[in-house]
């Protein structure tokens, strides 16, 4: 049974980095794709990041592009997201979740309720 999770979270003040990791345990936990969902207060929880399997396809939200890295090790158990230039709209909860399917991962609107993996989240705050 695969399982994953977050950490890494933490307080920045804007412009600065954090690093968030996303740790999968079990046999097949390398073959699946891995993604990074958020939500903000009052909002609702959206699309961040995504890496497939193999390692070689990403996929990015259009507000993140250029400033957040996803990336996986070479046995594709650890997930991370390098997050730079860090905005204040970027504080909220940040969720690791996996499927098998690619497309169900980088479904938008989101279908994060739907995917197979899901992890508790961690807070990243971002301030003046």
């Known amino acids: 049974q695969a399982q994953l999770a977050e950490s890494g979270g933490g307080s920045v003040e804007t412009g600065g980095s954090l690093r968030l990791s996303c740790l999968g345990s079990g046999n097949t936990f390398s073959d699946y794709n891995v993604g990074w969902f958020r939500q903000a207060p009052g909002q609702e929880r959206e699309f961040v990041a995504a890496?497939?399997?193999?390692?070689?396809?990403?996929d990015y939200a259009d507000s993140v592009q250029g400033r957040f890295y996803i990336w996986r090790t070479s046995d594709k158990k650890t997930v991370y997201l390098q997050m730079n230039s860090l905005k204040l709209e970027d504080t909220a909860v940040y969720y690791c979740a996996a499927d098998l399917n690619w497309g169900r991962l980088i479904a938008r609107p989101n279908v994060y309720m739907s995917l197979e993996l899901r992890g508790q989240g961690t807070q990243v705050t971002v301030s003046t």
């Open positions: 890496i497939d399997w193999s390692g070689t396809g990403t």
